[in-house]
């Protein structure tokens, strides 16, 4: 795997390092020991899958609050997505500010994403399928959400008019 620094701090685009032949390509997508190597959180708690019928489909800002605080690693299996994190941390150098990249089930990239950013994405395509894994179990009681349409966020979301919930269209501005 290669991991590249984004400019969150401890956030990181991960992509395979395919070997190839003439029946197709081999890749590690996880390993605890190189996850470690480079500061980041290594334990899967849970995996979850978010399937997205409509292209325009938002999901998100989404996070868990201490002490069930988590890391993700998300990646596109089918389709793309907009995946868009924001620093929550308070005191970090990138707090309050957002990074995002597409994610497609072509690119195979995922991204890394610590404990205390919120995550959120937007659906490009019809169909569109997105495997999470988690370092924590999801604890209701824990979980928080910013709004996705926050100015004081600004994030540019690629497609007008998106499909949010209610819920995710609930939560408090920063």
Known sequence: MKFEAVPLNGAYLIELERLEDERG??????????????????????????????RGTLRGLHYQAEPHAEAKLVRCTRGAIWDVIVDLREGSATARKWYATELTADNQRA??????FAHGFQALVD????????????????????????????????????????????????
């Open 127 to 174: 169909d569109t399928e997105v495997l999470y894994q988690m370092s924590e179990f999801y604890y209701p009681e824990s979980a928080r959400g910013v709004r996705w349409d926050d100015r004081a966020l600004a994030i540019n979301w690629p497609l007008p008019n998106p499909i949010v919930s209610k819920r995710d269209q609930s939560y408090a501005l920063l």
């Open 25 to 54: 390509f081999f890749a590690r997508s996880f390993c605890q020991d190189e996850f470690r190597a480079h500061g980041l959180e290594p334990v899967i708690a849970q995996c979850n899958v978010s399937f997205n019928r409509k």
């Open 111 to 116: 991204l890394y994403i610590p404990k205390g």
